[in-house]
């Protein structure tokens, strides 16, 4: 087996205190794809040339709810995810005491699918919607089966997803949470994500701990930080280090 995988395997024996910031790359074992693979969104129905950041902003969401819609639940929700080896691996992390939380960029809830309890998602989620007016509550299911722009059954606002669209902000309790969870760890574990989307990104710069570990298919910014650096797939080291533990 793989040295990195067996020094990994060591790190998480001797810690108690493990908390795990994730990316989109946690997730594309689970079928879901990076959506800014998308280009040109739009520029022919719209005339004017789209990037996927744009599609998925706030600005986009006021100027075009229709489109915004189209474009949000063809490529940010995925109903058949399952969690993949990396959820789970941490998942039993957890229920082991010692992995104290997930903080996640992803949106698609399946670290809570695997089993995991204590999640700050960054970026909010998918499963959770509210009426812009009267903030009545609704399921992913619901954003689904709509036509066009889902409308509020109660007050006929907008309902959107509970996400964080480019041009807002992060949710200020859950950052609050994050920072003082990578604050207090032992060990942080950077796992799929390349950490240039910010502020999210940031919040690594708040570990005082012994043990920073980055797995990432490719460098990162945090590599030349790293205790240990894995580039590789990230659902097969923690499958592998988890077993060897």
Same mark, same amino acid.
Request: charged share 20%; net charge negative; glycine share 8%.
């Given at each position: 087996? &793989?040295?990195?995988?067996?020094?990994?395997?060591?790190?998480?024996?001797?810690?108690?205190?493990?908390? *795990?910031?994730?990316?989109?790359?946690?997730?594309?074992?689970? &079928?879901?794809?990076?959506?800014?693979?998308?280009?040109?969104?739009?520029?022919?129905?719209?005339?004017?040339? *789209?990037?996927?950041?744009?599609?998925?902003?706030?600005?986009?969401?006021?100027?075009?709810?229709?489109?915004?819609?189209?474009?949000?639940?063809? &490529?940010?929700?995925?109903?058949?995810? !399952?969690?993949?080896?990396?959820?789970? #691996?941490?998942? !039993?992390?957890?229920?082991?005491?010692?992995? !104290?939380?997930?903080?996640?960029? &992803?949106?698609?809830?399946?670290?809570?699918?695997?089993?995991?309890?204590?999640?700050?998602?960054?970026?909010?989620?998918?499963?959770?919607?509210?009426?812009?007016?009267?903030?009545?509550?609704?399921?992913?299911?619901?954003?689904?089966? #709509?036509?066009?722009?889902?409308?509020?059954?109660?007050?006929?606002?907008?309902?959107?997803? +509970?996400?964080?669209?480019?041009?807002?902000?992060?949710?200020?309790?859950?950052?609050?949470?994050?920072?003082?969870?990578?604050?207090?760890?032992?060990?942080?574990?950077?796992?799929?994500?390349?950490?240039?989307?910010?502020?999210?990104?940031?919040?690594?710069?708040?570990?005082?701990? !012994?043990?920073?570990?980055?797995?990432?298919?490719?460098?990162?910014?945090?590599?030349?930080?790293?205790?240990?650096?894995?580039?590789?797939?990230?659902?097969?080291?923690?499958? +592998? #280090?988890?077993?060897?533990?």
């Amino acid at each position: 087996m &793989n040295n990195k995988i067996q020094e990994l395997a060591r790190i998480l024996r001797e810690s108690d205190n493990i908390v *795990f910031f994730g990316g989109a790359g946690v997730s594309t074992a689970s &079928n879901i794809p990076d959506f800014r693979s998308s280009d040109g969104l739009y520029s022919k129905k719209l005339n004017k040339h *789209f990037t996927p950041e744009q599609a998925v902003s706030h600005s986009f969401l006021i100027q075009y709810p229709e489109e915004f819609f189209d474009f949000y639940k063809e &490529n940010l929700i995925y109903e058949d995810a !399952k969690p993949n080896d990396c959820h789970i #691996a941490l998942a !039993k992390l957890e229920e082991m005491g010692k992995l !104290k939380a997930v903080v996640t960029q &992803n949106i698609d809830g399946l670290h809570q699918m695997a089993g995991s309890k204590t999640v700050y998602e960054l970026h909010g989620t998918v499963h959770k919607n509210y009426c812009t007016k009267c903030n009545t509550r609704y399921h992913v299911d619901y954003i689904l089966a #709509a036509k066009g722009i889902p409308i509020c059954e109660k007050c006929g606002g907008m309902v959107r997803p +509970e996400v964080v669209l480019y041009e807002e902000g992060l949710n200020d309790q859950v950052v609050a949470g994050a920072v003082a969870a990578i604050g207090q760890a032992d060990t942080l574990i950077i796992g799929g994500t390349s950490l240039i989307v910010y502020p999210a990104a940031g919040l690594i710069n708040y570990f005082q701990g !012994k043990n920073l570990v980055q797995i990432n298919k490719t460098k990162t910014v945090a590599d030349n930080r790293a205790d240990l650096c894995i580039n590789d797939d990230i659902a097969m080291v923690m499958r +592998e #280090a988890l077993s060897v533990m």
